[in-house]
């Protein structure tokens, strides 16, 4: 798990939290959305620009520079991860996760 391989390189994770409205995070090389871990450079930290990296570009860059953000509690991913049920594809239609993301 990518939380593992962080915290094995040394790496803390420091709670960032995340508001209801906040856009999606993408890394600032790649493109790749960047989702609950979010590696920023220790100068865009300190200057809470918070550039966003996903972890292949920041490894390529050198980990060491950067800090690890962290925007979801594991135990609530966990929580959304079992509410999940396969449901019948006439119902799909209508389906919507009570833990709604984005508010329409
Ligand atoms: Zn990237």
Known sequence: MQRD???????ELAWHGRTQSEPAHYCSICEV???DLLLVTTESNSRKTYVVHCQDCARR??????????????ED???????FTLV???RTLCFRPEW???ET
């Open 5 to 11: 391989l962080l915290l094995n390189a040394g790496k």
């Open 33 to 35: 959305e960047v989702f």
């Open 61 to 74: 860059a050198d980990l060491d520079n950067f800090v690890v953000l962290e925007q979801y509690k594991i």
């Open 77 to 83: 991913l966990m929580h959304v991860y079992d509410q």
């Open 88 to 90: 019948s594809l006439k």
């Open 100 to 102: 709604s993301i984005l």
